[in-house]
């Protein structure tokens, strides 16, 4: 869900811990230089700070260069002041003058003024800033002489002031010259790398602020895969992070903010492309990075701030969730840390407090990670550290001042890793720090959606990851009606979800798509009624376009993943089978059409990525089978089939996913029993044996499960190994006709709600004609329209066709007004007229039933108004009189509803 929202380090800790004297005891590894230039001078200047437009996520106090020898940093308020002409060309004529033999310094001293400038005033460059400073830029270049600490802090300084920022609003020519100053400076530090490290004397210093920059730059939009330099310089770099980290002499170098620094920049480049399994070099850095992070952790000498500790679990987390395998120095890795996130969580020194953003990231972090299987209950004091860093969670969101808030991506973060610690285990009820936490974040969530301010507007990411994490929460045991603001909260982001999907301006991506629609079917599963939620209606109706339009796009970014897929199959079945009106929202039907065919792609995939996971596979056949008679058979049956021989390869399937198996393969195969008139799918039955027989002996005291194990029983003619306690449900509507029928007919035997076969109660059963009468109201067929039969009615008739029986459906519509309940008990009057009477209760056979079509009345149907006299006069005579010998069994007349 939030993947890349789980960066969580803001730019208010961008720029170097050593350019200015730091105020809350971070590391500060400037206070004797190491390099020829000479010490540093100490200059307090504040942090810097970005526009949301261009929100960055780097590592905290990212350490540049040290300030060359007597150079002041002092805060610079005129930058026109800064960057005159007069500077500009003492810069060439230096570089001109010494030619190859300049070592760069200069250069690097004016960049590094440019990022002293934006410190002070604590934002980027903006674009009339950077307008300015390009035409100055465009003779910029890095000579072959330059240092190792010119090359570095000059690309770090340019970095961290925004000088490579670009967007939309940004000139070409602007553009060009950006692209040709990185060039240069990509060029050079290539170089750099590829010679000796004597030749250069690259030091972890400098390796970790180019790391910085570069993992920077891909963050904020430059794409690895179009930059073959970036991509080469990261190479390049990682081979001497893997080399220094490995060597002993450079064991001390290494301090706390270089090994979160590092891990961080790695975690970025990651998680903006750069592929663990295609990278060999990547996985060795890293690997040769961990155990550092174990020795600082358990040091007495070294600690990591509460800023490092969040960065550093932010990006494991971020690691593994992206295949990082998890070793043995990983956990060793995870173990070190959380003791000293409890320490810290519990200390009363507001030194050791975790901000804002730390406390997002960290619960962000530990979400990840049990997200990608490792156990809550087997990670030491897992629990323990999420139990301490709840307060403050609480704390934070109810803070009053404006610096204490967390930011909109804090709150997403934060909503969404609750919501997957108590999807994985994390018991609401066990935990009461957990709801007070949910509930204090609701308020702002509702409060920054109604904003009108920019600042306060959430991303589309944010919106589908808070509408997911509401959903999984309330389906997880929070209470819509009982948890303050939360329906509010879910009704305020319904209107800005539809605000943003409307008509062709839809700002949401396919995996949000599919995880809006989730959340609403979700939502409406738990109590959240269609009838009475109108904007949830609208939503559906809005997102559903969207996916037509994303699923018929043969563009990579509209592609829909296999995840994304099952969950809309699902989200529409369930929307339907809860109310949604298919004939009143437009591309409901088509939507599903759509979806189909990349059902069959992603499963024929070779990319492991692109396949269907065993729990998905069944969640389709569910959502297929559950739809029934909405989608056209011959569109649906060739998809069906193939996730049959998807499920029948899965041999490990969990027990959910085989009951959701068995249910859907029965009610496809029901179907396609009741179209076709015969059995003619053996395949399907096939596979309903195979999923029987894995649930064996399985107890549950779930009736649902009884009853699929009942169904299963019944339509492969064996024993049941199950009794089924149905519950009694009589409607008005069944009794009021009961009542009618035995009043128009007072000698037929007629028996209420009865169990055949263990199967599921019929409504009415005609014993002496082995015929049965089910009231079937809305939740019978999909959207409630009386016309279009779900799957579990289409089981349920199939399975008493198949037992022998003759099955009348009667819509409750039809018994709305009395002259319509007349004509139905006149039709019944005649089916029973031309039907002998049954000699034995049922049989378990289909074959004798195969042939015959379920009836159902209606006034439309075979029998006329002008047959009802001698219908009559008929049926009483044959019910009265004594029974004679067998006649001759006439067949049926087939009707259609």
């Keep these: 869900m939030m993947d890349r929202g789980g960066a969580g380090i803001s730019w208010q800790c961008t720029t170097s811990g050593n350019d200015y004297k730091q105020s809350d005891d971070r590391t500060d590894c400037s206070k004797s230089g190491r390099y020829w230039h000479g010490t540093v001078r100490q200059v307090n200047a504040p942090l810097a700070y970005v526009q949301k437009r261009n929100q960055f996520y780097p590592a905290a106090d990212v350490c540049s260069a040290n300030h060359p020898k007597r150079h002041s940093v002092k805060p610079v308020d005129d930058f026109k002041a800064l960057i005159t002409h007069e500077k500009v060309d003492c810069l060439l004529r230096i570089s001109t003058h010494y030619g190859d033999r300049y070592d760069g310094k200069k250069h690097s001293q004016f960049a590094l003024s440019i990022k002293q400038y934006t410190s002070a005033s604590k934002r980027p460059l903006h674009h009339s800033e950077q307008r300015q400073l390009m035409p100055l830029l465009y003779d910029f270049k890095v000579t072959p002489g330059w240092t190792w600490r010119s090359l570095t802090t000059t690309f770090h300084s340019f970095t961290s002031a925004g000088v490579f920022t670009s967007d939309k609003y940004t000139e070409e020519w602007v553009k060009k010259t950006q692209a040709a100053l990185l060039s240069t400076l990509l060029d050079q530090a290539i170089l750099n790398c590829n010679q000796t490290l004597e030749a250069r004397d690259l030091d972890v210093h400098g390796i970790n602020n180019l790391l910085w920059s570069v993992a920077k730059l891909v963050d904020n939009g ?68 961990l155990p550092h992070v174990i020795a600082k952790a358990e040091s007495e000498k070294y600690h990591f701030i509460p800023q490092h500790i969040a960065i550093l679990l932010w990006a494991v987390a971020k690691l593994v969730d992206k295949g990082l395998e998890k070793t043995p120095t990983l956990k060793g890795t995870l173990a070190a840390l959380l003791p000293h996130v409890k320490t810290k969580a519990e200390s009363k020194e507001e030194k050791d407090h975790f901000n804002t953003q730390g406390i997002a990231n960290l619960l962000w972090a530990f979400a990840k990670l049990v997200d990608n299987g490792l156990e809550l209950e087997k990670i030491s004091k897992l629990k323990e550290v999420v139990a301490a860093l709840l307060p403050h969670v609480k704390t934070k969101a109810e803070a009053n001042a404006e610096k204490g808030h967390f930011n909109n991506q804090g709150i997403a973060n934060l909503l969404w890793a609750l919501a997957k610690l108590v999807d994985n285990g994390l018991e609401l009820e066990k935990m009461p720090k957990l709801k007070v936490a949910v509930a204090a974040l609701l308020p702002p969530v509702k409060s920054k959606i109604e904003s009108t301010e920019e600042k306060d507007q959430f991303k589309p990411q944010e919106v589908a990851s808070l509408q997911w994490a509401l959903a999984k929460l309330v389906d997880n045991g929070l209470k819509l009606e009982r948890t303050p603001k939360l329906k509010e909260t879910v009704d305020a982001l319904l209107i800005h979800i539809k605000a943003k999907s409307k008509g062709d301006k839809n700002h949401f991506n396919p995996q949000q798509i599919s995880n809006l629609l989730w959340a609403a079917a979700k939502l409406v599963e738990n109590g959240l009624e269609l009838e009475k939620t109108p904007k949830l209606k609208e939503v559906v109706a809005a997102l559903l376009p969207h996916v037509k339009t994303k699923a018929e796009s043969k563009e990579e970014k509209d592609r829909f993943r296999p995840q994304g897929v099952a969950n809309l199959l699902w989200s529409v079945a369930k929307l339907v089978d809860n109310g949604l009106e298919s004939e009143k929202t437009p591309r409901l039907k088509e939507a599903v059409v759509w979806l189909l065919p990349h059902v069959i792609t992603n499963a024929e995939s070779k990319e492991e990525k692109d396949r269907f996971k065993p729990q998905e596979v069944a969640n389709m056949m569910w959502s297929v089978a559950k739809l029934g008679e909405a989608i056209e058979l011959n569109v649906v049956e060739s998809t069906f089939d193939f996730l049959v021989g998807k499920n029948s390869e899965n041999l490990q399937l969990s027990q959910q996913s085989t009951w959701m198996s068995l249910w859907g393969v029965m009610a496809f195969c029901a179907r396609c029993y009741l179209n076709y008139g015969k059995n003619n799918k053996n395949s399907l039955e096939k596979h309903i044996g195979e999923l029987f027989s894995r649930l064996g002996n399985t107890s549950s005291g779930n009736i649902e499960d009884q009853s699929i194990i009942a169904m299963a029983a019944s339509w492969l003619g064996r024993a049941c190994p199950v009794t089924p306690h149905y519950p009694t449900i009589i409607s008005q509507s069944q009794s009021t006709f009961l009542d009618q029928l035995k009043s128009s007919l007072p000698s037929l035997k007629i028996e209420e709600e009865k169990s055949l076969n263990s199967l599921p109660p019929v409504d009415l059963l005609l014993p002496d004609y082995n015929m049965v009468i089910d009231i079937q109201g809305p939740s019978h067929y999909v959207s409630g329209d009386f016309k279009t039969r779900d799957g579990s009615t289409l089981l349920k008739i199939a399975l008493l066709q198949k037992s022998g029986f003759e099955v009348i459906e009667i819509p409750v519509n039809k018994l709305w007004k009395q002259d319509s309940t007349k004509r139905v008990i006149e039709q019944i009057k005649i089916k029973l007229a031309v039907q002998p009477e049954a000699h034995g209760v049922f049989h378990n056979s289909g074959e004798a039933a195969a042939d015959e079509a379920y009836v159902t009345a209606d006034e439309g149907g075979p029998f006329s108004d002008d047959c009802y006299v001698t219908a009559e006069e008929y049926l009483e005579e044959q019910i009265n009189k004594p029974k004679k010998r067998k006649r001759k069994r006439k067949k049926p007349v087939k009707t259609t509803a």
């Design 222 to 289: 430059l794409e690895l895969e179009k930059t073959p330099k970036l991509k080469e310089a990261v190479a390049a770099l990682l081979i001497h992070v893997k080399a220094k980290a490995k060597s002993p002499e450079e064991r001390e170098h290494f301090i706390p903010q270089h090994i979160a620094n590092l891990l961080w920049s790695v975690a970025k480049l990651v998680d903006n492309g750069l592929e663990l399994d295609k990278t060999l070099v990547l996985r060795e850095a890293v690997a040769a990075l």
